[in-house]
């Protein structure tokens, strides 16, 4: 999903806003909404709000503890909610600063690695490598609102690197080359770090590391 669509989702969730809020009708001393577009209105946005944002970002943790009920003054708010997060995409500058940081925490291991490699550790370094390329992956979905989770048999379950991959392709946030060189890259590091050094080169690793490097600048966060 590219970042046009993260726009286009953000304000589907706003007309469903609307929506809920036309349902207000009096009973009981208060105002209440429609029962089943208010869950389908928590959920939807709950679940944009944790894969572009995360857990513990405030737009998040506001909208989890304010829109918990059918009252219409909840779904009010979480329209208010959701506004205040359609100013920030569209500005785009949430993306800008976390590109920022993780470029930053990114860059300092994969110097790590080069320094590895350099003094004879392949074998470190190629992990070293993969670590920083899986946690890229799981921040380009993030940005781009691909899941990073399974829910299965009740329990959160976080999709492995090989997915993740397939489904940044799938939504062509990258093309199928770079698609072919992550597996490749997250092939090394898993034997590398289940001790099959036999199965690579230190030379492979040093492609690896040009290969990783070259493939984050060009898929920025």
Known sequence: MKFD????????????????????????????VNTEL??????????????TFGESHPFYVEFNKKVNDTYTYHSQEGRGILKAVKQEIDGEWIFTVKGIVSAEIFSDFLEMAEYLLIEGYQDASAVMIGSVLEEHLRQLCYKHSISVENIKNGKTIPKKADLLNSELASSE?????????????????????HGKYSEYSKEQVELMYQGVSNFISRNSI
């Open 5 to 32: 669509r993260v726009k286009e989702r953000i304000n589907e969730l706003i007309v469903l806003a609307d929506k809920v809020i036309s349902t207000d009708s009096y009973s009981e001393y208060s105002n209440f």
């Open 173 to 193: 946030v990258y093309n199928k080359l770079d698609q072919k060189g992550v597996t490749s890259w997250l092939d090394l590091r898993n034997k590398a770090a």
């Open 38 to 51: 208010f869950q389908e209105f928590r959920s939807s946005s709950l679940s944009f709000l944790k894969n």
